[in-house]
Structure formats: structure tokens, C-alpha cells
């Protein structure tokens, strides 16, 4: 029931694994090993051979490597909060409470800005960041070095941040300081006076549609490049982002009568901590220029290039196993 290409790879597959299982030596001569090529760059150098790391370990590890990041600042400049959670009856879980609603990502941005201050800081006086003149002063040495428009505000709402979680009284921030705010107003209007244009992504041109659902539809193309022009449709009508494709999972999509419709529960708007905790996508079967059904086209090819796709990485894991587990 498989089509041509997917039987053509099982069946290659099939015969280099039983090339491997059957080397030794035959007619004199020793029958050389496949040879796998493994990837020098990418996430499947990362990945562990016979156990693959699920979503869920990947973001808790990520989360833990953060919250480690930000108890470490938070213990240089001797915050309140850390004595307030050494009171509570399990002080390793009300640390692990201190990132509260932010994402790893987000935490780890806002640690970023704050480093580089604090770090400044150390290097000119030997003393932690205290006072609003020390942020200023930091400010005036980056508009030396050169910075963009962005990073006067930037900075500023990561030290607020900074002083917020840290449990610090309201009367020592630096980041409210009037002078302070006075600073980077200053700083936004001469650097955004000269600043070059905002890049911005480019636009989808209305011609490139049609020629995206001629590839979708052509047959003698290859699977890959298929799927990969009915997945550009797709973000197209449904305006996704990379990332929202990226955490689509197939239990949250659903097809029928020609439609297209799902969940995404991890966008750059939804997610844990968010108000919003899932987003539906639609794509009607009107959404189509000039073939009415290269959705469900694409959805065999995509079927066919993971397949393709499938094998392969099993013959990857296979060949990088050890002896005992083949």
C-alpha cells in the first residue's frame, strides 16, 4: 500500500541493514560496512541514540538551567526575596516560584541585559549596580561603543525587572529614577534620529501563491519539495509564525470536507502563565487561486516526506548503536 518512493527507501533500507547484519568475510574478501554520514551540525548530533528527549524534559532542563542563572545574580547582590523563601517550609520550591509567569526564553533576555550591566559595573567601580548614577553612566559608555535604538529601553525594563524579583523597596530603584528616565528618552531621540529602517520580513507577493500551489500539485517534484511549498500555503492562509508550526502537534489538527482546522497551545501569545492558553487556526476550502485542492495534495506529500524521512532516521539510530542493542 506504500507509494513508490516510500517503498524505494524501505526496501534501500532494508538491504544496507542486512548488508550489516551479514559482513564478514565472503569469497576472500572482507564486505565493507555502510558508512552513515552523521550530521556535523543540527540537533540530531545532540540527540541520544535509543532514547529520545520529549518536549516536556527539554523545556524542564531549560527551565532549570535559567532558574540556576538567576539564583546566582540574585545571591551576588544579596536580594530580599532569598531570605523571604529561606523562611517558607520547602525553600528549593519557592525558588524554583521566582521566574513566575515569564518563559525560560524571556528570563534568560532580560538576565542578558542585566549581566552586561552589572558586569560593567564591576569592571569600573569593584561595586554592585546600587544607584541610579551607575545606570546612567553605563548608558553614556554603551552610546560610545555604539548600540542601537533598542537597547536604552531594553535595559531599562530589565533592570526594573531585576529590582522587581529581587524584592528590593521601591524607594532604591534605579530604573524609576526620574533622572534615569530622563537618560533614556535622551538617548531614543538621537539614536533613532540616525538609525537605518527597521528591517521587517518580507511580504508574500500574491504571484507567488499560485506558482507555490503549481509545485504542491506537480507530481514529478519530489515529495520534500511538496511538502515544503503546501507548508508555506499553509502559514500564508492561516498567518502561523515558523515557531507555530514548529510546536504543531497532529492530535490538534483535524481535516474535513476540504478544511483545515486545529489547536496550537505554544505560540508566542499562548502557552502557561499566558491569559490566552490556546489559539484555533482555520483554512477554509475557498482558500485556494489556482488549484482548489492542493490541501489535500499536500497532505499526501507531507505524509510521504515524513516516511521518507522516518527511515532514514532510523537507519541513522540503527547504525549509531552499539552492537549489543542492534
Same mark, same amino acid.
Given at each position: 500500500m506504500a507509494t513508490p518512493a516510500v517503498q524505494a527507501i524501505t526496501e534501500a533500507v532494508s538491504s544496507q541493514l542486512k548488508s550489516r547484519e551479514q559482513g564478514g568475510p565472503s569469497s576472500g574478501s572482507r564486505q565493507q560496512p555502510t558508512v552513515v554520514v552523521i550530521p556535523k551540525v543540527?540537533?540530531?548530533?545532540?540527540?541520544?541514540?535509543?532514547?529520545?528527549?520529549?518536549?516536556?524534559?527539554?523545556?524542564?532542563?531549560?527551565?532549570?538551567?535559567v532558574l540556576k542563572a538567576l539564583l546566582a545574580e540574585l545571591e551576588m547582590v544579596g536580594a530580599p526575596v532569598l531570605e523571604k523563601a529561606a523562611e517558607a517550609a520547602d525553600p528549593a520550591r519557592a525558588r524554583r516560584a521566582l521566574s513566575g509567569k515569564y518563559r525560560p526564553s524571556t528570563?534568560?533576555?532580560?538576565?542578558?541585559?542585566?549581566?552586561?550591566?552589572?558586569?560593567?559595573?564591576?569592571?569600573?567601580?569593584?561595586?554592585?549596580? *546600587? !544607584?541610579?548614577?551607575? @545606570?546612567?553612566?553605563?548608558?553614556? /559608555?554603551?552610546?560610545?561603543?555604539?548600540?542601537?535604538p533598542s537597547v536604552p529601553l531594553s535595559v531599562q525594563k530589565a533592570v526594573a525587572w531585576f529590582e522587581t524579583l529581587a524584592g528590593f523597596e521601591q524607594s532604591q530603584w534605579m530604573s524609576s529614577d526620574p533622572f534615569v528616565g530622563l537618560v533614556v528618552r535622551d538617548l531614543l531621540r538621537k539614536l533613532e534620529s540616525g538609525a537605518p529602517p527597521r528591517k521587517r520580513a518580507p511580504r508574500m507577493l500574491t504571484c507567488f501563491i499560485p506558482a507555490l500551489e503549481e509545485i504542491v500539485m506537480d507530481?514529478?517534484?519530489?515529495?520534500?519539495?511538496?511538502?515544503?511549498?503546501?507548508?508555506?500555503?499553509? *502559514? !500564508?492562509?492561516?498567518? @502561523?509564525?515558523?515557531?507555530?508550526? /514548529?510546536h504543531m502537534r497532529t492530535e490538534m489538527i483535524s481535516t474535513?470536507?476540504?478544511k483545515f482546522a486545529g489547536l496550537m497551545k505554544r505560540t508566542k501569545t499562548t502557552g502557561a502563565g499566558k491569559r490566552v492558553k490556546e489559539l484555533p487556526f482555520f483554512i477554509s476550502e475557498e482558500a485556494w487561486i489556482a488549484h482548489p485542492s492542493w490541501l489535500e495534495e499536500g497532505l499526501k506529500s507531507l505524509g510521504c516526506a515524513l516516511g521518507v524521512a522516518s527511515s532514514w532516521w532510523s537507519l541513522w539510530v540503527r547504525a549509531q548503536a552499539p552492537q549489543s542493542m542492534r
Amino acid at each position: 500500500m506504500a507509494t513508490p518512493a516510500v517503498q524505494a527507501i524501505t526496501e534501500a533500507v532494508s538491504s544496507q541493514l542486512k548488508s550489516r547484519e551479514q559482513g564478514g568475510p565472503s569469497s576472500g574478501s572482507r564486505q565493507q560496512p555502510t558508512v552513515v554520514v552523521i550530521p556535523k551540525v543540527g540537533r540530531m548530533k545532540r540527540i541520544c541514540v535509543g532514547r529520545r528527549q520529549t518536549e516536556e524534559e527539554a523545556q524542564d532542563a531549560e527551565e532549570e538551567k535559567v532558574l540556576k542563572a538567576l539564583l546566582a545574580e540574585l545571591e551576588m547582590v544579596g536580594a530580599p526575596v532569598l531570605e523571604k523563601a529561606a523562611e517558607a517550609a520547602d525553600p528549593a520550591r519557592a525558588r524554583r516560584a521566582l521566574s513566575g509567569k515569564y518563559r525560560p526564553s524571556t528570563v534568560r533576555r532580560y538576565l542578558a541585559y542585566w549581566q552586561g550591566f552589572r558586569k560593567w559595573t564591576l569592571s569600573v567601580s569593584d561595586v554592585p549596580p *546600587k !544607584v541610579s548614577t551607575q @545606570l546612567v553612566d553605563y548608558f553614556h /559608555a554603551r552610546e560610545e561603543e555604539g548600540m542601537g535604538p533598542s537597547v536604552p529601553l531594553s535595559v531599562q525594563k530589565a533592570v526594573a525587572w531585576f529590582e522587581t524579583l529581587a524584592g528590593f523597596e521601591q524607594s532604591q530603584w534605579m530604573s524609576s529614577d526620574p533622572f534615569v528616565g530622563l537618560v533614556v528618552r535622551d538617548l531614543l531621540r538621537k539614536l533613532e534620529s540616525g538609525a537605518p529602517p527597521r528591517k521587517r520580513a518580507p511580504r508574500m507577493l500574491t504571484c507567488f501563491i499560485p506558482a507555490l500551489e503549481e509545485i504542491v500539485m506537480d507530481a514529478a517534484k519530489s515529495h520534500c519539495m511538496r511538502a515544503g511549498a503546501w507548508m508555506k500555503l499553509v *502559514k !500564508v492562509w492561516a498567518s @502561523l509564525r515558523f515557531d507555530d508550526m /514548529a510546536h504543531m502537534r497532529t492530535e490538534m489538527i483535524s481535516t474535513y470536507e476540504g478544511k483545515f482546522a486545529g489547536l496550537m497551545k505554544r505560540t508566542k501569545t499562548t502557552g502557561a502563565g499566558k491569559r490566552v492558553k490556546e489559539l484555533p487556526f482555520f483554512i477554509s476550502e475557498e482558500a485556494w487561486i489556482a488549484h482548489p485542492s492542493w490541501l489535500e495534495e499536500g497532505l499526501k506529500s507531507l505524509g510521504c516526506a515524513l516516511g521518507v524521512a522516518s527511515s532514514w532516521w532510523s537507519l541513522w539510530v540503527r547504525a549509531q548503536a552499539p552492537q549489543s542493542m542492534r
